[in-house]
């Protein structure tokens, strides 16, 4: 193995460059709200199109991005087919720092139009980075087993540990395969949201940023919650739990990007939802701030009630090679 994969000081937990999908057709997807308890039907009315406002809460985004100087690369969505969840691109692809894009198995069929070779050389061209070798794990679709990129999966990348929480988009054998040609030990867990249904992505209570973790733990299955909490103290993050009211806010659904300061050189971004920011306490918040640089909430209400995702899904990190 290179020096530069296994020393965990070379290894950033933060990238400095994102792929976001500009949507063409976002809507309400009844397909993914089977398995969403977050996702919320539209009222009927309303003089602008749930696109329109979903691009406009989309353009706000990547000005906020690149205003703190994260290298933001943009690809349109193709009209047709239409694909309602297409604005989150993290659930079919992920860009690694060995050259490493992987594709992966989404749990709704509609959702499987998604995966596009001409978007992920489009983002490679657009931060530098070079492929060197595409892990496809599509086929687990025929057999009915998922894995949605880093909505399934939230990554330590230092420790080369990758956190799972089991659903219907999560499955523990792809998981395992995932891990086996990463290179990372998984940790495997169940969530439950407060109807008793999976949570349906580890992203929605799970955070890891370079200084932190914020961990849903109310949500952790009991015979699991202690384990889990061990491995990201194990980590050297400080932990913040949070419950089910803040996981509802979408405050588990944050990413920490890497920057570059002129005054203060290397810095660290915490991207979340204007919701998240309103739902966490005054102590809470002040933990959270003090282990990054800047915190940087966003409004999309649009994208998060009827999607029921938020910030952290429609950023797909890419970590340029060493």
Request: negative net charge.
């Amino acid at each position: 193995m290179p020096e530069s994969l296994s020393d965990p000081s070379s290894r950033s937990q933060c990238a400095g460059a994102v792929l976001m999908i500009r949507p063409a057709a976002f809507d309400y997807n009844p397909e993914t709200a089977l398995t969403n308890s977050l996702q919320q039907r539209p009222a009927a009315g309303g003089s602008l199109s749930h696109n329109d406002l979903a691009r406009a809460e989309f353009q706000h985004m990547v000005s906020a991005l690149e205003s703190e100087g994260i290298t933001v690369c943009v690809v349109d969505d193709t009209p047709v087919p239409p694909k309602p969840d297409a604005i989150f691109p993290n659930n079919w692809v992920s860009f690694h720092a060995d050259g490493t894009v992987v594709l992966y198995p989404m749990h709704a069929e509609n959702r499987r139009r998604e995966r596009r070779r001409d978007a992920v050389d489009a983002a490679a061209a657009q931060a530098g980075f070079t492929v060197r070798r595409v892990l496809d794990l599509s086929h687990h679709e025929n057999d009915g087993r998922c894995l949605e990129g880093t909505g399934s999966l939230v990554l330590d990348h230092p420790n080369r540990v990758a956190y799972a929480s089991v659903s219907p988009r999560t499955h523990p054998n792809v998981v395992e395969e995932w891990c086996r040609e990463l290179g990372y030990t998984p940790v495997i867990f169940e969530s439950f949201d407060r109807t008793g249904a999976p949570v349906y992505h580890t992203n929605v209570l799970l955070c890891l940023g370079e200084r932190m973790a914020v961990i849903g733990s109310e949500a952790i299955a009991l015979k699991d919650r202690d384990r889990v909490l061990q491995h990201l103290r194990a980590g050297g993050r400080e932990v913040i739990e949070i419950g089910h009211t803040e996981i509802e806010h979408f405050a588990g659904n944050m990413l920490e990007l890497a920057t570059w300061d002129e005054a203060l050189g290397d810095c660290r971004v915490l991207v979340m939802s204007a919701s998240a920011r309103q739902s966490l306490g005054p102590e809470t918040y002040a933990r959270l701030s003090a282990c990054t640089d800047t915190v940087l909430a966003i409004p999309v209400p649009v994208i998060e009630k009827l999607s029921g995702g938020s910030v952290r899904c429609m950023l797909a990190e890419i970590f340029l090679p060493t």
